[in-house]
Each structure stands twice: as structure tokens, then as C-alpha cells.
């Protein structure tokens, strides 16, 4: 009912530019629960952003390959999780030059944008890294509550047209949140996009070195 309510994906996945949306994303997988993470997403025809580390692809390259596959986004969360302001310009383009070849060797799509960890970044991490910062305008909180509820309640209080929603796909309530996020999120009209076609659909082409928490109309 909620997929009928909206209506979009179904007619071929084109996104309207004047109609809300947001982007879900999940951060610091791949993990054991990212493929049932993805069934959910494909029940309901919605796409997300996976912002990965390096370190962890390897052991999911079919889970990885299915996100593309099923029209997500696999962007770019470090090798293994560095804070980037104390690290030197030679450890965060290691960091980054890695764990782009990993997700190329799994999907064979480079990542467009990244999430510095911890969401800490300053002037010489944006210059030392030639993609677009995603932030977040949603904080679910989910890796701190661990309540499936909580999650939907944040989603629920603080979403907004053209919000990026943070949460976590190593978490096992998390996985229990998604469903009830999705579903929420669609019999409220949204189209639930990826970060790159959400930044597309309102501004033409996302920027380098720019910082993106949300993008609205």
C-alpha cells in the first residue's frame, strides 16, 4: 500500500524533481546483516547509499555487487574507520585510493562521494580528497540506542524534503528499523533516492570538496 501510494518506481524508475525525497544511508558496512538490508530496499523498490569501508569489502563482494545491481550507491567511508583530521594528506589519500579499488574490484563502479568518520572533517581533508563530503541532516542514533523504535521515532521527527537520513547497517536493530523506516518514509510521499540522485534531481551535479548535508528544493 505504501509502494502504490507514492507510485514512482514502478513506472521505471525515473525520479520527479518537483515531488520530496529523501536519502537513506548506512554506514561502516559491509556486515552480516547489509544483504537482508538490501531485500528490504528491494521489496519496496528504494535505493540507498552504502558508505563503506575498504577493509570490509572483500568479504562481501557479492553483497556489494547486488547493491549496484539493485540501483544503490556504494560510496566511499575510509579503509578502516581513520579520523582524517589527525591524519596526514599521505594517510587519507591511502585511505580513500584504497577503498575506491576495493569497491571497483567488487562492482566494478568507483565511488563518486565519501563520508569522513566521525563526521570530522576540515579545509585539509576537503582539498586533499577530489569527491564530495556527504554529512547528514538526520541522525538517527541508531548505533548508540539500538532501538528499532527509536530509529523510526528520529525518522519520524526530523525528516525533511530532500534530508540525507544516517543510520548503520553493522547493527541488528538497525536491520529491524529499515522496514518500518521505508515504509513510513513512503506513505509520506517520499521517493527514497541515492545520495547522487538526490544532489542530481536539485542541483544538476555535485561539487568536490563541497560539503552536502542535505539538499533541499
Excluded at 521527527?157 to 528499523?177: E, F, N
Amino acid at each position: 500500500e505504501a509502494y502504490e501510494n507514492v507510485g514512482w518506481y514502478r513506472a521505471g524508475g525515473k525520479i520527479d524533481a518537483s515531488r520530496p525525497m529523501v536519502a537513506i544511508t548506512f554506514d561502516d558496512g559491509p556486515g552480516k546483516y547489509t544483504d537482508a538490508v538490501l531485500s528490504i530496499l528491494e521489496k519496496y523498490n528504494a535505493r540507498a547509499t552504502f558508505f563503506v569501508q575498504g577493509k570490509s569489502v572483500s568479504g562481501y563482494k557479492s553483497v556489494m555487487k547486488r547493491a549496484v545491481t539493485l540501483g544503490n550507491e556504494i560510496g566511499n567511508h575510509t579503509w578502516s574507520h581513520v579520523k582524517l583530521t589527525s591524519s596526514s594528506s599521505e594517510v587519507i589519500a591511502e585511505q580513500i585510493n584504497a577503498t575506491n579499488s576495493a569497491v571497483y574490484n567488487a562492482t566494478g563502479v568507483y565511488p563518486k562521494l565519501y563520508r569522513p568518520p566521525y563526521g570530522a572533517y576540515n579545509n585539509a581533508v576537503l582539498s586533499c580528497i577530489n569527491m564530495p563530503a556527504i554529512m547528514w541532516s538526520v541522525d538517527t542514533l541508531d548505533w548508540k540506542t539500538r532501538s528499532p523504535a527509536k530509529t523510526l521515532e528520529s525518522v519520524k521527527r526530523s525528516t525533511y524534503d530532500g534530508s540525507i537520513i544516517l543510520m548503520h547497517d553493522i547493527h541488528k536493530p538497525t536491520l529491524d528499523a529499515v522496514e518500518s523506516v521505508v515504509k513510513h518514509l513512503l506513505m509520506n510521499k517520499f521517493q527514497l533516492v541515492t545520495v547522487s540522485e538526490l544532489i542530481q534531481a536539485r542541483q544538476g551535479y555535485a561539487v568536490s570538496g563541497r560539503v552536502y548535508n542535505s539538499v533541499k528544493p
